[in-house]
């Protein structure tokens, strides 16, 4: 007699799924309830006015410009008085309303503060401007590198983010009267050789912020390739490494970076009055850029400039510099240098400190454990709903039509083929970021009215098309890899060609792609972040976008650590399923050991 031999239910053992999401959520309440206190964690916050009692006085070690540099010649002679502007003219986007482009990584020029308004010296003055026109006004962040052309093609009435008006950018953009100057600062490591801009050369690597006054300077003044960072913090944190040789950075910028114990030090500043800051505003835009220096003309009259200034970035200005048209007193300066003098006990010297060691900067830089603890509300509450927003709309239009390609591409029709091949190649050929701005930058103008000139379904729209590309690759490849065999039979039985493809051959197709498609949609969870490119408002903001504003806040990348670990969260179990559904469907349902009371039915009545 046959017989199974009965044995007892397979016990089942936890996944290794379920195994690791335990272990990163752990991991991560344990970082927000009992975190360690790290060294920046109770430092100010970056992002909130310094106050009076941080005055500084004039570089004295100021390098010379060149002969006639210095010439002011865009400044206007007067304003048109303020009950002359009809705001009804001023072509904005939304009537009554000021749409700004600003970014959130120079503190304390512009910045994001802690509760999730952009703020600064630049964004607080012109909200002031704002409320002496009678104007709303209403921030949103962007990068540094794409907000002239989002001014230039109307994406923004306005750009405001420290920006120095050089003859290159009048080009793109018209700019208001300066309202701040800008020197350029040299940082360098305690003890370096680098004693001023003269001292720079070739093989040195010299950071700068891509898109800067201070790129250009470095290109085309001293004529040297420098090192591009997208932010300010970046290019500090890899100074303090040792990965840079020195920094080119806005003086206000620099100053803000160097915190009491860095062993960095600013050598040298360079200056020019031609080259002051202005608000960007649209080329040909004469009425706005003329309501704009007659506010802030009225602003410097009251007393408000002085007080912005004061509380945000007072420092001595250079002689000969005023903010406003020729027409406007200038601000009755404090005396800066008193102040700075009275207060010079309570401030850092941090000449004489010797560099960090490895071990112990990269701590203090990447692994704060506060600032963890800090970080992850906002990235639990506005990035991760975002990113998964992001992620699931491109996702799902993503994947229908990847379907139409992969159909269009297998397809008997040369001209359904060749399209959806041409279409593929361009789209995978694409950086990602170029077609989230050719998207957002050249199409947002045209659907202005459908989006309310909101660029953030645009981004998932190019998230979309970008994946398309890839997911229809998949979808093709799965089909095609079915065996004619199935097709034919389909055939045999009285199917059509169109019935076959779509009941038979399609349908084993996706199951055998399922996995591949599972990690495109991981990859859309980290390609979410690049949709910061086009602009959005602070309650929009993904993951990274989070992360780096805090890391702005606090000039510490250990908030971007911790944006990574929530991306770690979503990547790493998604990981596993993926696995899971492979191995699934390659060796099918696991057999389980039968009862005994089933065994006991299969053997009854047969012969030993």
């Known amino acids: 007699m046959v017989s199974l031999r009965p044995g007892a239910p397979r016990r089942r053992r936890p996944t290794r799924l379920s195994a690791i999401a335990g272990v990163l959520l752990v991991g991560l309440l344990g970082t927000v309830t009992l975190g360690a206190g790290g060294a920046a964690a109770d430092g100010g916050d970056k992002c909130s006015p310094p106050g009076i009692a941080s005055a500084s006085v004039a570089p004295t070690n100021l390098a010379t410009g060149k002969p006639g540099e210095s010439a002011d010649r865009y400044t206007t002679a007067t304003t048109e008085p303020l009950d002359k502007v009809d705001i009804s003219k001023l072509g904005l986007l939304t009537p009554g309303k000021l749409t700004v482009g600003t970014i959130s990584d120079a503190p304390p020029s512009i910045c994001l503060n802690s509760r999730g308004a952009y703020t600064g ?189 004061e509380d945000w970035v007072p420092r001595q200005p250079p002689p000969g510099w005023k903010p406003g048209s020729k027409a406007v007193a200038a601000p009755d300066w404090p005396d800066f240098a008193a102040i700075a003098a009275e207060h010079a006990n309570g401030k850092p010297d941090n000449s004489g400190v010797a560099p960090k060691s490895t071990l112990r900067q990269l701590k203090d830089t990447f692994f704060d454990w506060s600032l963890y603890r800090k970080a992850f509300p906002d990235l639990i509450k506005t990035g991760l709903p975002n990113t998964l927003i992001l992620a699931f709309v491109s996702g799902l239009l993503g994947t229908v039509l990847g379907m139409l390609l992969a159909v269009a591409g297998i397809s008997r029709t040369r001209w359904l083929r060749w399209p959806a091949r041409i279409y593929t190649d361009i789209f995978r050929g694409l950086p990602a970021v170029v077609i989230i701005l050719i998207i957002g930058l050249g199409v947002g103008p045209v659907v202005k009215n459908i989006t309310g000139n909101n660029p953030y379904w645009l981004g998932a729209v190019a998230l979309a098309l970008l994946a398309s590309a890839y997911i229809g690759e998949i979808f093709r490849s799965g089909i095609q890899s079915v065996e004619a065999g199935q097709l034919e039979a389909a055939r045999a039985i009285g199917f059509g060609y169109r019935q076959a493809m779509t009941l038979v051959v399609i349908p084993q197709g996706v199951r055998r792609v399922l996995p591949a498609l599972m990690n495109q949609f991981i990859a859309l969870i980290k390609d979410s972040s690049l949709i910061y490119f086009l602009g959005l408002l602070a309650t929009q903001r993904e993951l990274f976008a989070v992360g780096r504003d805090l890391n702005a806040q606090t000039g510490n990348l250990s908030p971007l650590v911790a944006a990574g670990l929530v991306y770690l969260l979503l990547t790493v179990p998604l990981t596993h399923l993926v696995n899971y559904i492979d191995k699934r469907m390659r060796e099918g349902r696991p057999q389980t050991a039968a009862e005994p009371v089933e065994t006991a039915a299969i053997t009854e009545g047969r012969g030993a």
């Open 121 to 309: 010296m630049d964004n607080e003055l012109l909200k002031a401007i704002g409320a002496k026109l009678g104007l709303q006004v209403e921030f949103i962040g962007t990068e540094f590198a794409p907000l002239l052309a989002q001014v230039a093609n109307g994406r923004f009435d306005v750009g405001s983010s420290n920006i120095t008006t050089t003859d290159d950018r009048r080009k793109q953009v018209d700019f208001t009267n300066g309202y701040d100057f800008g020197y350029v600062s040299l940082v360098v490591s305690n003890g370096s050789a680098i004693k001023g801009f003269s001292d720079l050369h070739r093989g040195n690597r010299i950071g700068v912020v891509q898109g800067t006054v201070q790129d250009d300077y470095v290109v085309n003044e001293l004529h040297l390739d420098p090192v591009k960072f997208p932010d300010y913090a970046t290019a500090y944190a890899n100074l303090k490494s040792g990965q840079l040789d020195a920094w080119v950075a806005p003086s206000a910028q620099a100053e803000g970076a160097i915190q009491p114990g860095d062993a960095t030090s600013i050598v040298q500043n360079t200056f020019s009055l031609n080259n002051f800051v202005g608000y960007a505003v649209r080329k040909g835009n004469q009425p706005l850029t003329d309501a704009l220096n007659a506010g802030l003309d009225a602003v410097i009259a009251d007393g408000t400039y002085l007080k912005l200034y």
